[in-house]
């Protein structure tokens, strides 16, 4: 029995269903998103999406959908399904599923009448190509096969019209066709396994409504061009397989390709192994190098994201090359001793005052899962040094300064420089200007890790200066961010005012190795921590005691930004919590640790199904909100599994 199984009952059932998504990835970048009935309800679903070279490599929906119609005795059943402008549903194929599996790949079963039909879907590892297997299981009499494509060919963020610019001709190719709508586009390729007769017959298809984007507040209709109709016979007992690609393929091989991927692709039979599969679709490589794509199915590759999942996603897995791989990558990206915060080639930005100080933190956690430290010295000091001298010196473009009390003042008009990073109306959502308690936390932390180093594998580094700073950076964070009558952290300080909100920033400046907080102190962030910010989904971004405090992240764009870090939970924050508790507490956290991870098993089946969603409400029951899969929150939960395991060894 597959691990992840809905039933006829659950299938059929629009509110369910239309809420369980699924995204599947490959190491080219592209993707398959929708939901579990094949209806999409947000612009960023489609069957290829595809990174386009002449458009900056950003991903762009080739084809959206796929119709199958089975034909029995002159009577026909689509078995697609799609939501129009108006609230109409047309087809409603969903009415014939039987069962949706995930094990050993995504597999929907179809009956109507007599006839049994499954489809099946994997990706080519590394090759913009995604398989689709028919197979006809069962059936009394002659049957016919008739699959409908839906073509839009524009960017995941945009939606597309109908319009008589689209190049609606086709080029015939081994068994399907080639198409191309608009110049610039790599072209799409569906071809069979077996021949099969192509009717062309173009289109356009008004209206389909994307739900989520409706409720999101943004526009929600789009035009899809169907190009004709692929039809063929089918036999009981017979499979097909559809190659949907940017390349040609040959159809011989087909059978092939689709077994071979198969063998490739880790069993999704187990909590874990549905993490361990998910951790592996955020991967991305290009050019021998490899990178993170931040979360699906719309974010790019983040460096602070990278930095916090990078331990989770590759060392928990015993992936230490992979984590060399894309730590490279990253210190290729530095420049006048800071890391970009996200984007790459002309997109790249830098405004970020925590990113930098994070690789700091990725290093410590590579050594505290096995790697040598002469290593990190050896390869890394320079870097190390080329991040600390950017940051004493400063830098006003970033909004970075060190001020003489040797801590780090970041501000910036109208930009977020921490990870709470929302805008809205061009202004920061939660502006956090100041002394701000992770990055002086961060700052403190990747001095100390850089001495304690450098004390040890190079005696002949003048080390003064820094030895210095640190001691003046220590004794004023506790003077900064500390007063007798609050028993936490200010979460900054500024000018204007000292924010004593209770945020999980203080959580992440109690968590690090280095810290100049007594354990007394780290004890009573804790304490506040797990009395107003934990959840079983994650630690909420403001405490519900708070009068800013938002616990849905839902509605259009300003109702969501508000919320975003103003009472949501976040998964992610678990990794500096369950650091903090094993510090604190040592082998006695296990337990607590362990009812984490295993209250987050059911999440396998909510949201984006085998993964774990961005954020969560910060109020029960705690619904899965934003990306349906991010690195940073299934790394977390790997990094919690991991350090189980080596705690009860």
């Known amino acids: 029995m597959s691990y992840i199984k809905f039933d006829k009952r659950q299938l059929t059932n629009l509110g369910f269903a239309l809420r369980k998504e699924f995204v599947r990835t490959n190491r080219s970048g592209s993707y398959a998103s929708s939901t579990v009935i094949g209806c999409n309800t947000r612009k960023y679903?489609?069957?290829?999406?595809v990174p386009q070279p002449n458009f900056g490599d950003e991903n762009h929906v080739l084809l959206s959908s796929l119709d199958l119609t089975v034909v029995q005795h002159e009577a026909s059943f689509n078995l697609g399904i799609h939501k129009y402008?108006?609230?109409?549903?047309?087809?409603?194929?969903?009415?014939?599923?039987?069962?949706?599996?995930?094990?050993?790949?995504?597999?929907?079963?179809?009956?109507?009448?007599?006839?049994?039909?499954?489809?099946?879907?994997?990706?080519?590892?590394?090759?913009?190509?995604?398989?689709?297997?028919?197979?006809?299981?069962?059936?009394?009499?002659?049957t016919t096969f008739k699959i409908k494509p839906f073509l839009a060919f524009r960017n995941i963020h945009d939606l597309t019209q109908a319009n008589a610019q689209a190049d609606t001709s086709y080029l015939g190719v081994n068994n399907g066709f080639r198409m191309q709508l608009y110049n610039g586009f790599t072209p799409l390729y569906l071809q069979f396994s077996k021949a099969v007769e192509y009717i062309h017959s173009p289109d356009w298809f008004h209206d389909f409504e994307y739900m989520k984007e409706k409720s999101r507040g943004y526009a929600c209709h789009e035009d899809l061009l169907v190009p004709g109709e692929f039809e063929f016979n089918m036999k009981k007992g017979e499979s097909i397989i559809l190659q949907a690609s940017i390349e040609e393929g040959n159809p011989s091989t087909f059978a092939r390709q689709f077994n071979q991927q198969l063998k490739k692709r880790v069993p999704r039979d187990s909590f874990k192994n549905n993490l361990i599969n998910a951790a592996q679709q955020f991967l991305v490589e290009k050019n021998g190098r490899t990178e993170i794509a931040a979360g699906l199915p719309w974010y790019g590759s983040w460096g602070r994201d990278t930095f916090i999942s990078l331990p989770g996603l590759t060392l928990a897995l015993n992936e230490e090359k992979k984590f060399i791989n894309i730590l490279d990558t990253w210190v290729e990206k530095l420049s006048d001793g800071f890391f970009p915060n996200k984007g790459n080639g002309d997109k790249i930005d830098y405004l970020s005052a925590d990113t930098s100080l994070w690789f700091f933190w990725t290093l410590q956690k590579y050594i505290q899962f096995g790697g040598k430290a002469a290593f990190v010295w050896k390869k890394y000091a320079q870097t190390m040094l080329a991040v600390l001298e950017a940051y004493r010196k400063g830098n006003p473009e970033y909004g970075i300064t060190m001020r003489p009390n040797g801590l780090i003042y970041a501000e910036k008009e109208n930009v977020p420089l921490s990870w709470m990073d929302a805008i809205l109306y061009g202004k920061a959502v939660t502006p956090r200007y100041g002394f701000t308690v992770e990055i002086n936390a961060l700052w403190y932390n990747a001095i100390a890790f850089y001495l304690s180093l450098a004390d040890k594998y190079d005696k002949r580094t003048d080390t003064e200066d820094w030895k210095r700073i640190l001691n003046f950076a220590g004794e004023n964070f506790k003077a900064v961010f500390m007063?007798?009558?609050?028993?936490?952290?200010?979460?900054?300080?500024?000018?204007?005012?000292?924010?004593?909100?209770?945020?999980?920033n203080m959580l992440i400046a109690a968590s690090?190795?280095?810290?100049?907080?007594?354990?007394?102190?780290?004890?009573?962030?804790?304490?506040?921590?797990?009395?107003?910010?934990?959840?079983?989904r994650g630690i909420?971004?403001?405490?519900?005691?708070?009068?800013?405090?938002?616990?849905?992240?839902?509605?259009?764009?300003?109702?969501?930004?508000?919320?975003?870090?103003?009472?949501?939970?976040?998964?992610?924050?678990?990794?500096?919590?369950?650091?903090?508790?094993?510090?604190?507490?040592?082998?006695?956290?296990?337990?607590?640790?362990?009812?984490?991870?295993?209250?987050?098993?059911?999440?396998?089946?909510?949201?984006?199904?085998?993964?774990?969603?961005?954020?969560?409400?910060?109020?029960?029951?705690?619904?899965?909100?934003?990306?349906?899969?991010?690195?940073?929150?299934?790394?977390?939960?790997?990094?919690?599994?991991?350090?189980?395991?080596?705690?009860?060894?």
């Open 512 to 536: 690090l190795p280095f810290s100049p907080l007594l354990d007394k102190t780290r004890k009573s962030v804790l304490d506040v921590v797990k009395q107003e910010l934990f959840t079983p």
């Open 45 to 49: 679903h489609g069957l290829l999406v």
């Open 540 to 649: 909420r971004t403001l405490s519900p005691e708070s009068s800013d405090y938002k616990s849905k992240y839902e509605g259009n764009i300003e109702s969501r930004d508000k919320a975003f870090h103003n009472g949501t939970a976040w998964p992610w924050l678990l990794i500096p919590y369950a650091d903090l508790l094993t510090y604190l507490y040592k082998k006695g956290a296990v337990a607590e640790l362990q009812m984490i991870v295993n209250r987050f098993e059911e999440e396998m089946t909510e949201h984006g199904i085998g993964s774990i969603s961005e954020l969560y409400n910060g109020d029960p029951p705690y619904e899965g909100k934003g990306g349906v899969s991010q690195a940073w929150s299934v790394s977390a939960l790997l990094c919690l599994m991991y350090r189980i395991e080596n705690e009860q060894k």
């Open 85 to 142: 402008k108006g609230g109409e549903y047309n087809p409603k194929g969903h009415k014939y599923m039987r069962e949706y599996i995930t094990d050993p790949i995504p597999k929907i079963t179809y009956r109507v009448g007599g006839v049994v039909v499954s489809v099946e879907s994997i990706f080519s590892e590394k090759n913009a190509s995604m398989f689709v297997k028919y197979t006809l299981l069962e059936a009394t009499s002659k």
């Open 483 to 504: 007063e007798i009558k609050h028993t936490y952290l200010a979460d900054y300080v500024n000018e204007q005012k000292t924010s004593w909100k209770v945020r999980p």
